[in-house]
Structures are given as C-alpha cells and as structure tokens.
C-alpha cells in the first residue's frame, strides 16, 4: 500500500501562485499513473492533471497554460504548480497514484482558496 501525504493548499488572491506537493511513501513504490484531482463544494471531484511513468502528462483544458504537473522519481513525490489563478480554482485538491499491485492510492486533500 502507498501512503499519499500532500501540502501546499492555501489562500491566494487572483493572479497568483501556489505549489501542492504529493509524497508518496510505502514499500517497493512502483507507479503507473499520477494525477491530480479536485473538488469544488457542490461539485463533482473532476481529473485536473496526470502525469504516467513515461512522463506524458495531460490536463484539463480549464487548466492548460496555468498549471503544471511534474515529478521528483528520487523521492516519489509528485507536484502541481499552479499560475493565474482564479477564484473558480477554489477546491478541495487530491493527489492520486495508480500502482503496480493493483493499487488505487489517494491523499487526503488539501484546501485551496483563490480570494481577495
């Protein structure tokens, strides 16, 4: 089993920037698919941006030229960078990992709030 622990969620007004971190941990990691998802109140948890082992990635279109999703293979940890923000990119955000095993892997979220 992997464990996911994010961090970087926040307050941030329009226009700015924030960094999530997801860290995976667990015995003999080996990972497929990496995403990152939302969930906005009153909405449906909706897939903003993958990344597979092969590195291709893929986003959203709400989200393509403002987001970036990367990964550090040395200490499994995935990240999404995050520009131009805007109030409607205020949600819950989750990281997931799909694993060898099969494993079905999710953080437990953290809050990002874009207001001024």
């Known amino acids: 089993q992997v464990q996911l622990v994010e961090s970087g969620g926040g307050l941030v007004q329009p226009g700015g920037s924030l960094r999530l971190s997801c860290a995976a941990s667990?015995?003999?990691?080996?990972?497929?698919?990496m995403s990152w998802y939302r969930q906005a109140p009153g909405k449906q948890r909706e897939l903003v941006a993958t990344?597979?082992?092969?590195?291709?990635?893929n986003y959203t279109d709400s989200v393509k030229g403002r987001f970036t999703i990367s990964r550090d293979k040395a200490d499994n940890t995935v990240y999404l960078q995050m520009s131009s923000l805007k109030p409607e990119d205020t949600a819950v955000y989750y990281c997931?990992?799909?694993?060898?095993?099969?494993?079905?892997?999710w953080g437990q979220g953290t809050q990002v709030t874009v207001s001024s």
């Open positions: 667990g015995r003999s990691i080996s990972c497929i698919v």
């Open positions: 990344i597979t082992s092969g590195d291709t990635t």
């Open positions: 997931r990992f799909l694993c060898w095993g099969p494993s079905d892997n």
